[in-house]
């Protein structure tokens, strides 16, 4: 069975840095692109950033200069380093894969998703 889980997620003051991972099982993900989306109360799932198999990035232009996307394909597992967080940060953040296309930013071709980690920025 395919897991996704999240973790790293919590409550930080504005300005502040969290990592999350997620760590994949039950199949490996190497070979297919990766990513991060949020959703805050309310609001529709949006996009974080992506990262394909062989490492190129994409992110959100809300995000890029505070978030860095990354993997480990040996571990199986995704990252997703936040820092000078804002209290708009505020959301339940997933990790998703999409095995339908070779890219994409879109939550409706991710396949695979996480349970979600709550990420609380206090200001």
């Known amino acids: 069975q395919v897991q996704l889980v999240e973790s790293g997620g919590g409550l930080v003051q504005a300005g502040g840095s969290l990592r999350l991972s997620c760590a994949a099982s039950?199949?490996?993900?190497?070979?297919?692109?990766m990513g991060w989306f949020r959703q805050a109360p309310g609001k529709e799932r949006e996009f974080v950033a992506t990262i394909t198999s062989g490492g190129f990035t994409n992110y959100a232009d809300s995000l890029k200069g505070r978030f860095t996307i990354s993997r480990d394909n040996a571990k199986n597992t995704m990252y997703l380093q936040m820092n000078s967080l804002k209290p708009e940060d505020t959301a339940v953040y997933y990790c998703?894969?999409?095995?339908?296309?070779?890219?994409?930013?879109?939550?409706?071709?991710?396949?695979?998703w996480g349970q979600g980690t709550q990420v609380t920025v206090s200001s």
């Open positions: 998703a894969v999409t095995t339908r296309v070779l890219w994409t930013d879109l939550p409706r071709y991710y396949d695979y």
């Open positions: 039950g199949r490996t993900f190497s070979s297919h692109t």
